[in-house]
């Protein structure tokens, strides 16, 4: 059945005469209207499974006998190494779990999902090739724009600016460019890697936002 969910920063109440009254009513839960809060338009609601529960729960619902991912009791040391040469702060303290080769942290333990399809199940951090952890731009978007060891920085009104977007190689003044993994700014704003080595940067935003001109 459905819960009451607080009505705050602009968001509105569901619209009873948009369902049938058999459903509930509507008005427990939220509308999020893009033209009253700053974001897309969502619906969401609040609901609680009525009935008798059957027990304990069955045994292959356990995390510990979870085929989807793996929880780790520590970061690699491939992670860590990474924090120290890259970062300027320190793996946050979460859990962490690999599904295949990705890593993703999350705020708590997750539940057992070897019956769903999940497209993330936290954070994606990235992916670890043997000894060699891959960062991936959700990791970088995740931080603050002082977490990071070296920068590149890039204005709006200039051609490298669309050259990025466009996934083209940069060649920067290699003086004022510095060499390795470096946080591709726009204005002061992450906006993704770049990999950087005698002035020439190679480009490391996502193939699928690249713009076509």
Same mark, same amino acid.
């Given at each position: 059945e459905l819960l009451p969910?607080?009505?705050?920063?602009?968001?509105?109440?569901?619209?009873?005469? +948009?369902?049938?009254?058999?459903? #509930?009513?509507?008005?427990? *839960?939220?509308? @999020? +209207?893009?033209?009253?809060?700053? #974001?897309?338009?969502?619906? *969401?609601?609040? @609901?609680?499974?009525c009935g008798e529960t059957s027990g304990e729960a069955p045994r292959d619902s356990n995390i510990a006998s979870c085929k989807s991912f793996t929880m780790l009791k520590e970061l690699p040391v491939s992670v860590k190494a990474f924090y120290k040469k890259n970062m300027t702060i320190e793996p946050k303290e979460a859990f962490y779990c690999t599904m295949g080769d990705s890593l993703y942290r999350l705020p708590c333990e997750p539940p057992n999902v070897d019956m769903l399809k999940v497209a993330r199940l936290g954070l994606y951090m990235g992916i670890l090739k043997g000894k060699v952890f891959k960062p991936s731009h959700p990791f970088l978007m995740a931080q603050k724009?002082?977490?990071?060891?070296?920068?590149?920085?890039?204005?709006?009104?200039?051609?490298?600016?669309?050259?990025?977007?466009?996934?083209?190689?940069?060649?920067r003044n290699r003086n004022e460019t510095p060499d390795g993994l470096a946080a591709v700014t726009a204005e002061g704003y992450l906006l993704g890697w770049g990999q950087s080595s005698g002035g020439v940067v190679k480009n490391m935003y996502p193939k699928g936002w690249r713009r076509q001109r």
């Open positions: 969910l607080p009505k705050v920063a602009g968001i509105a109440e569901g619209m009873n005469r +948009w369902a049938p009254e058999s459903r #509930g009513d509507m008005s427990l *839960t939220s509308r @999020l +209207w893009p033209q009253r809060i700053q #974001g897309e338009g969502h619906f *969401t609601a609040l @609901l609680v499974k724009r002082d977490s990071f060891q070296r920068y590149i920085h890039l204005r709006c009104e200039e051609e490298d600016m669309q050259k990025y977007l466009r996934g083209d190689t940069l060649v």
